[in-house]
């Protein structure tokens, strides 16, 4: 199963993807402001590209896991996907991947990636 992750961000989107048997993950790309339409037809035209059979958004969650302002937005965002993509969309917990990726916003969304495809070999995502 190829699964392309995403790392939403008003101002930058990191996109990272797997291999074909949902193995290993890399960076892909950073889109920048997906909040315009420009933004948002770069990141369609990215996700295409790829062929995934699995989106998988980050959710920004607080330490407490609760749902804040930024996850409210990424609610939002992840609708506006669902309108206009035919591959599955799930969430993903992605409290510090931006730490790990040291503010790369695509290496966020590969680790973002990392912890969910092992966490989906492991049976338990």
């Known amino acids: 199963m190829k699964v392309l992750a995403l790392d939403y961000?008003?101002?930058?989107?990191?996109?990272?993807?797997?291999?074909?048997?949902?193995?290993?993950?890399?960076?892909?790309?950073?889109?920048?402001?997906?909040?315009?339409?420009?933004?948002?037809?770069?990141?369609?035209?990215?996700?295409?590209?790829?062929?995934?059979?699995?989106?998988?958004?980050g959710m920004p969650l607080t330490l407490r896991g609760e749902r804040g302002e930024q996850a409210r937005a990424t609610e939002a965002f992840v609708a506006r996907l669902r309108d206009v993509i035919a591959a599955p969309i799930e969430t993903y917990d992605e409290r510090f991947t931006s730490v790990l990726a040291d503010g790369d916003d695509a290496r966020a969304a590969a680790h973002l990636l990392s912890g969910y495809l092992e966490r989906w070999q492991s049976g338990s995502a």
Do not use: M, N, W, Y
């Open 9 to 57: 961000g008003s101002a930058r989107t990191g996109v990272a993807v797997s291999d074909p048997t949902g193995t290993v993950a890399r960076p892909v790309a950073t889109v920048e402001r997906v909040s315009t339409e420009a933004g948002f037809a770069k990141l369609l035209t990215v996700i295409e590209a790829e062929e995934p059979d699995l989106v998988l958004v």
